[in-house]
């Protein structure tokens, strides 16, 4: 196996399983079909085809900054600090139901998330533009996060 494969695959491997572990603790807990839902809402069936795919841009994105070797310590920490808020956010918005804190929660992602993508795109123009839609998703997200929470109060 070559070096660049292995860096991608681990690349990819470690957002997509972050994903799937915290889908499977949160999934009996997710009650988004029962909940009000602002206009634009997409079924639920949606989410995890659609975090799926971000998981393996993401990774995609990170592989290619550890191939050219133009990863760093400041991209390094706003990586893994978003990949920990991404984590985060379903356990405090299904499990601990704590809608308001999760839509602030979400708003700090999107930030970081931004920043990332900044970050990436300084370094690698291909890297940065994988995680478009990345940083579309979570500002839809943090719409739907904030409508649930009105909706459901």
């Known amino acids: 196996m070559s070096s660049k494969f ?4 681990k690349s990819i491997l470690l957002p997509v399983l972050v994903g799937g572990v915290v889908g499977f603790i949160i999934s009996p807990f997710i009650d988004y ?3 009000q839902k602002p206009p ?3 079924p639920s069936i949606l989410f995890p085809i ?3 795919v971000l998981y393996v ?3 995609v994105s990170y592989g290619i900054l550890k191939n050219n070797d133009i990863e760093n310590d400041d991209i390094d920490r706003v990586y893994y600090l978003q990949l920990f808020f991404n984590a985060l956010w379903p356990v405090a918005f299904f499990i601990l139901k704590w809608r308001l804190f999760a839509a602030f929660w979400i708003v700090v992602l999107a930030i ?3 920043v990332m993508t900044g970050r990436f795109y300084r370094k690698n123009m291909a890297a940065g533009l994988l995680q478009i839609p990345y940083v579309f998703w979570t500002l839809f997200a943090t719409y739907l996060n904030i409508g649930v929470y009105l909706l459901n109060r």
């Open 6 to 9: 292995k860096i991608y695959f």
């Open 33 to 35: 079909n029962s909940l």
């Open 40 to 42: 634009l809402a997409p």
């Open 50 to 52: 659609i975090w799926t």
């Open 57 to 59: 841009l993401m990774g």
């Open 112 to 114: 970081l998330v931004i």
